[in-house]
């Protein structure tokens, strides 16, 4: 059996869509374990004198929706008053041991891939300033609102040693936790990394920046070795604190063709090949950045 829970404060100005955000990335921690969710219970804290019922049922209704497209159960939760909106979902999930992933089991060799752009961050802060391009928000949105269902099927086929989500600690951060667990080290390429789109790098330039990925790109410096021509804006997006970003998969190279064809089955953002696990070496960082 699998317990999580995880809530936050909007990130959207639209009530559904917020809703259909947290479920989501309440959900994935199931999925990254190789699980599937059985039921979920709301998380709920919103002012009663300044939100309206509407928005909070529209909240509501955006999670139950992304509830159901898991294959999970709502069942039921708890609202306090508060004086900030929040929303998220305590999931239970099931997996068999035999399918089970912890950051425990990375391998040298195995190959990096990344199911989601990276950027959701920096885009979701310039959104707060009105700063982000239309489009670049209906990107964003889709993939904060994409579930990584995919992760369950790759472990039913066993075609993964582990796997991990992206969230607050961005992609070097959860790569470190891994490679850690695992007594590894990994070699990834800041040109392969997929990136919602190339107004994200403008975005960095503009200073759009959350606080939380500045933080990140700070603590990358005692795990990480950088090539010195990575662009700096490459930098900063690798560490970029993600809100319901992708999974970061350890494949093995026997299987990678069979693991893509999945990932182009289920039609996911990204299959992008960042890089790969490497031996752990005494005195070298944990992760190298190539160019």
């Known amino acids: ?46 002012p009663e004198d300044k939100l309206p019922l509407e928005a909070v049922n529209r909240i509501l209704c955006g999670g139950a929706e992304t509830v159901a497209e898991s294959g999970g159960l709502l069942v039921g939760g708890h609202t306090i008053d508060n004086p900030e909106p929040i ?101 990834i390429s800041a040109g392969d990394l997929p990136m919602l789109g190339e107004e994200v790098l403008e975005l960095i330039d503009e200073g759009c920046i959350p606080g939380g990925s500045r933080g990140n790109l700070c603590a990358a410096e005692k795990s990480v070795g950088w090539h010195p021509d990575v662009d700096p804006r490459l930098r900063q997006l690798a560490a970029d604190a993600q809100t319901s970003g992708g999974l970061l998969l350890c494949v093995p190279p026997a299987s990678l063709e069979e693991a893509l064809g999945m990932l182009s089955e289920h039609r996911t953002l990204s299959a992008a090949r960042i890089g790969a696990i490497v031996e752990a070496r005494n005195g070298t960082p944990l992760i190298r950045v190539e160019p």
């Open 1 to 46: 059996m699998i317990q999580t829970l995880d809530f936050f404060t909007p990130i959207v100005d639209d009530p559904f869509l917020f809703g259909k955000i947290s479920a989501a990335n309440a959900l994935s921690d199931v999925f990254a374990m190789g699980g599937r969710p059985l039921t979920a219970m709301n998380i709920v804290g919103f």
């Open 87 to 187: 929303y998220g979902l305590s999931v239970t999930g099931i997996v068999r041991l035999d399918y089970y992933f912890s950051n425990a089991g990375a391998r040298p060799g195995d190959v990096l891939v990344l199911t989601k752009p990276l950027g959701t961050g920096i885009v979701t802060t310039a959104i707060k300033r009105g700063k982000a391009p239309e489009d670049l928000v209906r990107r964003t949105v889709e993939s904060m609102t994409r579930l990584n269902d995919v992760g369950a099927s790759l472990a039913e086929r066993g075609l993964l040693v582990t796997v991990t989500d992206i969230t607050g600690f961005g992609l070097l951060g959860h790569l470190a936790s891994l490679c850690q667990a695992s007594g590894v080290g990994a070699s």
